[in-house]
């Protein structure tokens, strides 16, 4: 009982924590389910071959279903339920209170851990965006240049092209002045419109050129961070504390043991598992942890035991034999 209560004392806290009482369950319904008029058992027929035959060998060391019903001290759980009646409604508000509140420690300190841990790969893809943005910026630039040069070799072309036709059309028709002017006139419109849909062919180009240019520099982004964050799980995983050995074992256990042993140890987990069920995850652990545990020392002194037995048996045997 001290144990229990150390224990649940730690995980409720001693506003919560109340003393503990030992109680006999099987002791106080046999007590019950005694007609008290009649003195016979209420437990049904179906039942006689279990329940009713420890209630008549209760029976058999009890004056009354009185005193049988006071020894089990069932009374005593009984007397907190009643004076938890007027304040359990409080009660149970502050319970939720200080769920909500550990509930809010526990998320805060995971959301911490979640923030410096999204830092770090922050910090670690950093030269990976840096390296994107000179990309974009090398691009952008490449693009201006592209552009301006492309620009200023067709406008020279223009004129150069425009140059040759005046001069031609000047020598052909030398004091013409009206003729060579609407000649040339039309010459710059023929060569204008040329001019106009080979910039628009030039400035396409350079923009799929600028476009494949970022999509490379976003793809290659992509790829990086892939990279650090594939580093990060790998350092990650390297830096748990995974450290499992097989103990030797030696107490003699033949091979045979070890299935029952497993079982037996794991029956006690779940039973310990199911018992911390009244205090999720972290009674859940402590009840699975304390049964393996209890599972594990029984299933030794059972082992014990056995071995002696059998020793025995043997050197019985043995005796026999010889004689």
Not at 29 to 58: E, K
Not at 124 to 141: G, H, L, S, V
Not at 202 to 219: F, G, S, V, W
Not at 293 to 301: D, E, P, R, T
């Amino acid at each position: 009982m001290q144990q229990t209560e150390e224990v649940l004392r730690s995980v409720l806290g001693s506003k919560v924590m109340q003393t503990g009482h030992c109680v006999q369950g099987l002791l106080a319904f046999s007590a019950l389910a005694i007609d008290a008029q009649t003195g016979r058992t209420t437990i049904h027929s179906s039942r006689s071959r279990d329940l009713v035959i420890q209630q008549r060998n209760y029976q058999k060391h009890f004056t009354s279903r009185k005193s049988m019903y006071e020894f089990s001290q069932i009374q005593s759980v009984a007397k907190v339920l009643h004076d938890k009646l007027s304040t359990f409604r409080e009660d149970m508000i502050e319970s939720n209170k200080t769920k909500v509140y550990e509930l809010l420690v526990e998320n805060l300190e995971t959301l911490k851990n979640l923030y410096i841990s999204h830092e770090a790969f922050v910090a670690k893809t950093k030269p990976e965006f840096d390296k994107c943005r000179e990309a974009i910026k090398q691009a952008q630039e490449r693009f201006e240049q592209l552009v301006v040069t492309g620009r200023k070799n067709l406008w020279e072309k223009l004129f150069n092209s425009l140059k040759e036709d005046a001069d031609e059309i000047v020598e052909q028709n030398f004091g013409e002045n009206k003729i060579i002017s609407n000649k040339i006139e039309r010459a710059f419109k023929n060569r204008q419109e040329s001019l106009k849909n080979a910039l628009q062919e030039q400035y396409e180009k350079y923009l799929a050129d600028l476009q494949k240019d970022l999509q490379q520099a976003m793809r290659r982004l992509l790829e990086d961070v892939s990279r650090v964050e594939f580093e990060k799980l790998l350092s990650d995983s390297e830096n748990m504390n995974i450290n499992y050995k097989t103990p030797e074992l030696g107490i003699g256990l033949e091979f045979g043991d070890y299935g029952w042993m497993a079982l037996n140890i794991g029956s006690y987990a779940v039973a310990g598992f199911g018992i911390g069920s009244a205090f999720p995850v972290i009674g859940n652990l402590i009840g699975a942890i304390a049964g393996a545990v209890v599972g594990a020392l029984v299933s030794f002194i059972k082992h014990i035991f056995t071995s002696k037995e059998n020793a025995f048996v043997r050197h019985k045997a043995k005796c026999k034999k010889n004689r």
